[in-house]
C-alpha cells in the first residue's frame, strides 16, 4: 500500500505536547535538548508546561510543530522502520515533510522555521494584518467575497484547505469587510481567525526577503521521496524547485486540499498525520472520505503503527 506522511501547520500547537514522547523515548530527549540549544530558550518548558499564550507566539509555535513532527517521524523511522512514499505539509508542516524527504537536517531545518516565524511575526506588526475562515463556500464564491472586499484593502484567498473551508487572509479592514460580504451572500461561517499577521497574502513580502536569504545559506538536498508542495499542489524533489517553493510558499495561498487530491491520483492509499493534532486528518476526511488517515502524534499512537507494520 503506498503510504503518505503529511505534517500539521499552526493551530495544531497544545500544551504538554512532546512530553509522553520525551518521557518515553531518548531519542526525544535528545532531539528536544538539540533545539533548545539551537533556539536560544527552553522550547521543552513552552511546550510541556506553557502557558497557551506563549505557545501561541508565532515564532514559539513554528519551531514547537516542527520539532514535534520531526521527533514522531524519526522515531517510526528508527525505531519501526517505517517510512512514507510521499509527504505533504501544510504551511510550516511542507519544512517537516521536507526533513522527512531527508532534503533538510534537523537543526537546518529548525533555524528556519524559527526565522520564518520571527519574520511573518514582525511582518505583522510592521503591516498589520488578518485572516478569517469562510465555510459552506466555493473558491469562485470566495473569490467574488474578496474582489469585492478588495476596495478596503489588500485581500486573498490564503488557505484551500478542503472542500467549503477556504480562509481569506489580508489587511484588517478587507477581511473584516469581507466576513459582512461572506455572511450576506450566504455563507454558512465567516469568522476571523486569531493570528498575529496576514499570512500567505502580499503583506508578508518584508518576511519573504528576508527569508531568501536564509534558504540561499541553507543546504538544501534533493528529496527522497516526491513532496508535494502547497504552492502548486504537484511533487518536487529537486533542490532549485524547493528553495523556490519555500521563498513563494509565504505569498502564496496554500493549496491543500488540491495537494491532497493529487497525492490521492497519484495512487497513496494510506495517509498518517504525523506530529501533535488531527487538524488534517479532519481535512482529508472532507476532501476524500474513501481515502483513511489517522493522526500519529503520542506515545500510545506511535506503537499501535510501529507494531502493527513491525
Known amino acids: 500500500m503506498k503510504t503518505a506522511f503529511v505534517f500539521p501547520g499552526q493551530a495544531s500547537q497544545f500544551v504538554g505536547m512532546g512530553k509522553d514522547l520525551y518521557e518515553t523515548y531518548d531519542l526525544a530527549k535528545k532531539y528536544f535538548d538539540l533545539a533548545n540549544d539551537v533556539l536560544g530558550f527552553d522550547l521543552k518548558k513552552v511546550c510541556f508546561d506553557g502557558p497557551e499564550e506563549t505557545l501561541k507566539q508565532t515564532y514559539i509555535t513554528q519551531p514547537a510543530i516542527f520539532v514535534h513532527s520531526a521527533i514522531v517521524n524519526e522515531l517510526l523511522r528508527q525505531e519501526y522502520n517505517f517510512t512514507a512514499q510521499g509527504v505533504a505539509g501544510h504551511s510550516l508542516g511542507e519544512y517537516s515533510a521536507l526533513f522527512a524527504a531527508g532534503s533538510l537536517s534537523f537543526e537546518d531545518g529548525l533555524k528556519l522555521v524559527q526565522m520564518r516565524g520571527q519574520l511573518m511575526f514582525d511582518s505583522g506588526k510592521k503591516h498589520p494584518g488578518t485572516m478569517a475562515a469562510i465555510i459552506g463556500f466555493t473558491e469562485e464564491q470566495v473569490n467574488e467575497v474578496c474582489a469585492k472586499a478588495s476596495e478596503f484593502g489588500v485581500i486573498q484567498p490564503a488557505n484551500f484547505n478542503s472542500p467549503g473551508q477556504i480562509a481569506v487572509s489580508g489587511d484588517v479592514q478587507a477581511v473584516r469587510k469581507a466576513i459582512e460580504i461572506a455572511k450576506e451572500m450566504g ?79 497519484d495512487g497513496f492509499e494510506q495517509f498518517y498525520e504525523i506530529g501533535p493534532g488531527k487538524v488534517l486528518t479532519g481535512l482529508l476526511k472532507r476532501i476524500n472520505r474513501q481515502v483513511p488517515c489517522k493522526p500519529i502524534g503520542t506515545v500510545e499512537q506511535i506503537k499501535a503503527l510501529g507494531e502493527s507494520n513491525g
Open 187 to 265: 455563507a454558512r461561517k465567516a469568522v476571523e481567525l486569531v493570528v498575529s499577521g496576514a499570512f500567505h497574502s502580499p503583506l508578508m513580502l518584508d518576511a519573504q526577503e528576508g527569508l531568501l536569504k536564509a534558504l540561499k545559506e541553507t543546504e538544501i538536498k534533493k528529496a527522497a521521496v516526491p513532496v508535494y508542495t502547497n504552492v502548486h499542489a504537484r511533487p518536487v524533489t529537486e533542490i532549485d524547485e524547493i528553495r523556490e517553493n519555500l521563498f513563494k510558499q509565504l505569498t502564496s495561498p496554500v493549496l491543500w486540499q488540491t495537494s491532497m487530491e493529487n497525492m490521492i491520483a
